[in-house]
Structures are given as C-alpha cells and as structure tokens.
C-alpha cells in the first residue's frame, strides 16, 4: 500500500468560500479515496476516483485526478461551518486492499 | 443495526497490564482493519485481515496482537501495554468490490 500526502497542512476560510486541498503520491495506482474526519469521530468515506477518471462530483464535491502528476484535489465549493474537519486521502494500488493515510488537511471553515 | 461497533469507546489501564479492544462489523465484509491516530502522525496502520484465521501486519504491528476466528470479530490486543500505546484506536472494515473503508467510532486508550 502506498501513502498519500495531503497539502496543505491545515487551511481557514469563511463560511461561504471555496476550499482546495491536495494529494500528491508516489506510484501507479488502481484508484484514490478521500475520507473526512470530524473531531472524535471515525473516518467517513467522501468519494472514490478511478485511474482511468479525471474528475468525479459528489454534491458540493468535486474531486480531480492527474495520474500523469501522480495528484488528486479535492474542492468543496460553497463551505459551511459543518464542513469543519480534517481530509484525507488514501491512494490504492492493483491488488491492494489495505488503505494507508497521511496526515491530513485540517479544514477550518469560519461562521 | 447494521455497521461497526467498537468497545470499549475509553479505557484508561496501566503500564503492564493486558487490554483487548473489540471490534464487530454486521456487513459480513470480509476485509478488516486497525489503526491509531496519534497527534502529529495521523492515521497508522496496525494489523488487517483479509478474512477468518488470515492477518497480516501493517506499518506499526510490534506490541500488539489480533485473531480473527469469525469474519464479524477482529479484536485487538495490547499483551503488555505500554505508555506510547496511548492512543485513538480505530477499526475498520471494507467490501471487496467498492474498497470503500467503513469505520468505527474509536476507542480512547490511556496507558498510565
């Protein structure tokens, strides 16, 4: 399994703005998820792009993949306060089951 | 219900003794899986298995031992357990077609 790496860190903005976070990686992949956690919370499941994909929307979600620079983004368009939490992502291999994460976007989204 | 139950949700132990967190899925998926998420290191792979008596070692395995003799049931055990064992522990399990990883709520270890 390999690790994603997401950018920035940690990101703030207002209620109402658009959030861009990024997820870089290091080999070929089958695919890559993005997980939100919300504080004391499990991870939940947000959206799955394939490899052969280049970008995917769920709701206010949308999310882009370039395999050619081995990186994905996730945007949330129109954030609310309840989008306050930390991003993930998990890129996985041919064959692979087992999702290993980063650190994390820790997405602070101001009333 | 239908979904991942983990127990218990806090538990606070001593340095030497044993603790076995639970871990229960009701989808019959047949992947399951442990982390811990520790401050400044994110979420980290402990154990996994693919399905009844087959499990594999993740990332940070040294410390810790599982069993998994029927497909709802992966519990974890901590056989000594240790300060830097503190943690959030999380399982997880996940379908074969979607990958989709589904977790539980966690639970809170403090080793003293």
């Known amino acids: 399994s390999q690790q994603g790496e997401e950018d920035p860190q940690a990101l703030s903005i207002q209620e109402g703005e658009n959030a861009t976070m990024n997820c870089s990686y290091k080999?070929?992949?089958?695919?890559l998820q993005w997980y939100r956690q919300n504080s004391g919370r499990g991870l939940v499941h947000l959206i799955l792009?394939?490899?052969?994909?280049r970008e995917k929307h769920s709701g206010r979600l949308r999310v882009t993949l370039d395999t050619s620079k081995k990186s994905s983004s996730l945007l949330i368009t129109a954030s609310r306060a309840a989008d306050t939490a930390s991003y993930f992502c998990?890129?996985?291999?041919?064959?692979?089951?087992?999702?290993?994460f980063g650190k994390g976007t820790k997405l602070s989204v101001i009333p | 219900d239908a979904g991942i139950t983990q127990s218990p949700r806090y538990k606070i132990t001593e340095t030497g003794r044993q603790v076995t967190l639970m871990c229960h899925q009701t989808?019959?998926?047949?992947?399951m899986f442990w982390y811990r998420q520790d401050l400044g290191h994110g979420l980290r792979l402990i154990y996994y298995?693919?399905?009844?008596?087959?499990?594999d070692k993740g990332e940070v395995p040294d410390g810790y031992v599982v069993s998994r003799s029927k497909t709802e049931n992966f519990p974890l055990t901590l056989e000594s357990a240790t300060r830097s064992q503190t943690s959030v522990y999380f399982c997880?399990?996940?379908?074969?077609?979607?990958?989709?990883?589904?977790f539980g709520e966690g639970s809170r270890l403090t080793v003293l």
């Open positions: 080999t070929s992949i089958n695919n």
């Open positions: 997880a399990s996940s379908d074969y077609n979607t990958g989709e990883l589904f």
């Open positions: 792009i394939r490899s052969n994909e």
């Open positions: 989808w019959s998926h047949s992947y």
């Open positions: 298995s693919a399905a009844a008596d087959i499990t």
């Open positions: 998990a890129p996985s291999g041919a064959g692979s089951y087992q999702l290993t």
